[in-house]
Structure formats: C-alpha cells, structure tokens
C-alpha cells in the first residue's frame, strides 16, 4: 500500500519485493526527526541536532562489505581482501529475504541524486527501515525539487535494513551484517549494521566503478574548496586527518567534504549533498564551521549527552568515532552548485603519529603517484584493541575500502590530470611533531593553516631549489625552509625533536613500512614512480 505524501505522489514498492508496507516517501527532514523521537530512537541535544546510536556498529565493517561477481566485474574488480566477491545466486536469495523482511513494515523511502554535475548525476532511491537512517539519505545526498521527482527513475537502489540478522551459513556472508554491491541489478543491500555510513560509501563505491570505467573521469576520496579567483584546492586524507576541518576555510568556499570527481573538462564536482564529519574533541573555537552546523536537521551519531542535551565531544566512552551529519547548506560559505573549476593544489593529509614527516613538503609527480598508491596514516594508541604504540595505516588512493579497480589505475588518472591541469602536490603532516605520539604534540591547526595558506598562495617557492627547499634525507621530498605565520624550527621535524639519533632510527622505522607496503605495487609502478618513494 502506499500513502499520500507532501508532493502528492504516490508510490508502490512491489516491485522491489516489498508487499503491503506502510511507506513514508520523501519525508521532510522535521518529520523524520520527529518521528525518531516519538519511536524512541533518538533524543534531542540542546543544539537541536538529533542524537542516534547506531547500535552495535559504530563504524564500517570492511571484512563484511562484498561485490557480486558477474559479466561486469569479474574482469575489472581488483579483489582480494578489500573486495570480496560474492555469488550472485546467493545474493538474490539474501535479497528476496530482506524484502520479506520489509514487507508489512514501516518504510522510509527517498528519491535522491549522487554527482553535482548535471552530465554526470546518478539518481538514486533508497529504503530505509528507520526513518533517522533516511534523514540521514536527506542530509548527504542531492535533494530533488518536486518537479524533478514527477518522473524520477533510479539508476541505483538501496535498500537499508539494520534490523535484519544473515544466517552465515546459509546466506553466503562472513557474518550477520553485510554490505554489498550488485552492478548487474545497480543494487546496494545492507543489513545488520546501523552505521549510516555504509549507506553513502555503498553508492560512492559503485561510482569509484563506474566512473572511471564508463565516463573515464576520475573518482577521489577527497575534500575540496574554491578560492576567490576560482581555482580550486583539493584535500585527499584518511579519517582523522583534517579533510573536513581543512576544507571548511572561511576565505574559501567549500565545494564538499568527502567525494568528489576530477572530469576530462578539468571541473571538480561533489559527490554529495551534506557532510559527515568526525565530532571527536570537536570545539567551537577550533573548528567553528562544523560546529555552528550541528542544529536542527543535523543527526549526531554516539555521542554522550549530559542531561540538559550537551554533547561532550570528549566523551569516547561509545567510540572514537562520533560523528555528524548535516546538509551543506548548514555550512554558510558554500560553493553553489557544488563545482570548482582550475584545480590548482593537491594537498594530501596524513597524521603521521611517528612525528616523522614534515608538516609539509612539496611532493614531484613521481613522489605524489607513489603518495598516493600508498595512502599513509597512522594509528594511534588506543584507536583498537591491542595497539600500544603508533601503527602505520595505508590505504590506497587514500580510500582503498571504496575503490574497486586497482589502485594504480586511479593512480594513472590522477597523475596524467595533475599534469594536464599543472597542479601543485603538497604532503601535509597534520600528525606529530617534537617526537612520536606521547612524546612529541599534534601539529598546532594554526601553523597546518598557515602553511596551507601559504602554499595556495605561490608564498613557498615556485621551484623546488637549494634556496626555498630542504630534501629530506629519508622521504627525499621538499621541505620549504621559511613559511609565513610558522616559526621556521616547525618545519624541520628533525630540529623539532632535539635528537638526531631518536629521529632518524624512527624515520627508518617509518620508511621500511612504507617499502614493505608498497611490494604489492611494485610490478604495476613504472621508474618514476618507484623513486619517488624513500630514499
């Protein structure tokens, strides 16, 4: 059965398998919140946010995240542990399960898009089972305006069910959550997890497929911003690494914060239509932008309340990874539509925990494709279970849960636009300085600005020479001697460290990960790339 909604459209989904549910389409985002409230799913921070926990999930399951293996993939997909393959048969009946599961429920349903870009828009519908999972849909992808629902058709479903448990055995899955991807029937299917965040990664992951195969542009794990003469700036980096905070610039409009694509027109267009930003030590001072965007309309995800509704973002007691999502237009300057022009620097972020790398270096073309293919960051003491000290992390094209072709063949795309477009490479340590993790101190947000600030600016040196430029004795990358707003002893981790001996055997330690990583690339990396690794 379907019901009346605010645009007057009424839909079925029988053909989706789904009988005789109550559905909710294109609810508004007060509704939703609402709802969540009276079902007891949620409460209401003093902010006016909606605070959710999502269970036992609090983050994405990578070991349980499966793409079906057909005619389309079985050629292209690189799989392995990162993707994992899943039969088709055994798909289709775990698919008929959940809308058994479905059906006679309440269902939340939203007509959305992926891909700001009018010539590359994805359009989407998705079915939830909560309705603070579909404020969520609300939030983070393109929102249609009415006359664009009368027709809508969906290139891609997603159908969302954290209430529903696989049966390993029987259903083909590792265990009773899952999260996989069907280029055949253009299928995300979720179940068993809560997370809201496998519900955007799933259709960002049938795009890091699609995109480069069938419209050759290139797919990016990355923030990005546009300055006042129109070029734009482009931020790759793990979680944790700043991505979200750097990108929200107040000098600078933002374009997006997570997913972005790199066009043959040299344009950058989001992915989304909101952001999901990590909350942990969140501040007004220091991140006022995310901050001022936590209000009505926005989902807190495991954060702890006081009793007055007052989120301590200090509090990891749920997870380290709390977290917000909002619409982008709760961030005020924002690039409209979501498109820059003229990329001009590409900064990659990491949080070098072993206070290794410099706080930024300007990287050659074959530094920046081997960067790239190796996507650093580190872990951090008591981030998991059973990690005392800092552990490397890498991951291919600073996404390599999201990213099914090879990494070197994004990383092929990425270096022949860099030289095209003429861009600027930047590594940037957002991690330790003065020592590793609990010895030295995180890199001062101001100084990493400035030196951002500085790079866009051309205030770093044209050229990497004697004169403006340190080679790093280890990394062989350029480290500028002199930055505007930083003290100059900033720039030299080494200096920072006050213990040559200490600093060298951690670098050494730092740069064999980065070698033993990167064997599994080795046969695929021309020369160039090869030497832009450590020395």
Not at 285 to 296: C, D, F, G, H, L
Not at 450 to 455: F, S
Request: charged letters at 25%; glycine letters at 8%.
């Amino acid at each position: 059965m379907a019901t009346k909604t605010p645009i007057s459209k009424e839909i079925s989904l029988d053909n989706y398998g789904i009988k005789e549910a109550k559905i909710f389409y294109q609810l508004p985002s007060d509704e939703l919140h609402q709802i969540t409230l009276e079902k007891n799913q949620g409460v209401e921070a003093s902010s006016g946010a909606l605070a959710v926990n999502t269970g036992k999930f609090t983050g994405r399951s990578p070991k349980d995240r499966f793409i079906v293996k057909d005619d389309i993939t079985a050629e292209k997909v690189w799989w392995g542990d990162i993707n994992i393959p899943f039969d088709a048969d055994k798909f289709d009946k775990l698919y008929d399960k959940v809308t058994a599961y479905l059906s006679e429920k309440e269902v939340y349903v939203r007509d959305c898009f992926a891909c700001a870009d009018p010539n590359y828009k994805l359009s989407i519908r998705v079915i939830n089972e909560y309705p603070w999972s579909n404020l969520f849909v609300y939030n983070m992808f393109l929102r249609p305006t009415n006359e664009e629902l009368v027709d809508f058709s969906a290139d891609w479903t997603v159908v969302n069910a954290p209430g529903f448990l696989a049966n390993p055995e029987e259903d083909g899955t590792r265990q009773d959550n899952f999260a996989i991807l069907n280029f055949s029937r253009k299928i995300a299917l979720i179940g068993g997890t809560g997370y809201t965040g496998e519900i955007k990664k799933g259709i960002f992951s049938a795009l890091n497929f699609e995109l480069p195969v069938f419209k050759n542009t290139l797919p990016m794990h990355c923030s990005s911003n546009v300055g006042k003469d129109g070029e734009t700036a482009i931020f790759f980096g793990l979680s944790g690494t700043g991505k979200t905070t750097l990108s929200a610039d107040p000098d600078r409009k933002l374009i997006g914060d997570d997913e972005h694509g790199w066009t043959n027109e040299n344009s950058v267009f989001n992915f989304e239509g909101g952001c999901y930003a990590k909350v942990i030590n969140l501040s007004a001072e220091s991140e006022p932008e995310i901050y001022n965007a936590i209000k009505k309309g926005a989902i807190l995800e495991n954060v702890i309340l006081s009793e007055n509704g007052v989120v301590d973002f200090e509090d990891t007691s749920i997870t380290q990874n709390t977290r917000v999502s909002y619409p982008i237009h709760h961030i005020e300057n924002i690039q409209t539509p979501s498109i820059g022009h003229k990329p001009k620097n590409i900064f990659f972020l990491t949080a070098d925990a072993f206070g290794v790398l410099p706080p930024i270096s300007k990287l050659t073309p074959g530094q920046a494709a081997y960067h790239f293919i190796s996507g650093y960051t580190a872990k951090v003491a008591g981030t998991e279970a059973g990690i005392d000290e800092p552990v490397p992390s890498f991951s291919a094209c600073f996404g390599a849960p999201f990213m099914p072709l090879h990494p070197t063949e994004y990383a092929e795309m990425l270096s022949k636009k860099m030289q095209e477009a003429g861009v600027n490479v930047w590594l940037i340590n957002t991690g330790w300085t003065g020592g590793p993790y609990g010895v030295g101190h995180r890199m001062k947000l101001k100084y990493t600005r400035a030196m951002i600030t500085a790079a866009m600016n051309g205030e770093l040196g044209a050229e990497i020479n004697k004169e403006d430029y340190h080679i790093h004795s280890v990394f062989g990358v350029a480290q500028p001697r002199t930055c505007p707003n930083v003290p100059d002893e900033v720039l030299s981790p080494r200096k920072t460290w006050n213990d040559d001996e200490g600093y060298y055997k951690k670098a050494k330690q730092l740069a064999d990960a980065f070698k033993e990583n990167f064997k599994k690339f080795e046969s695929y990396a021309n020369q160039e790339i090869l030497e832009g690794g450590p020395r």
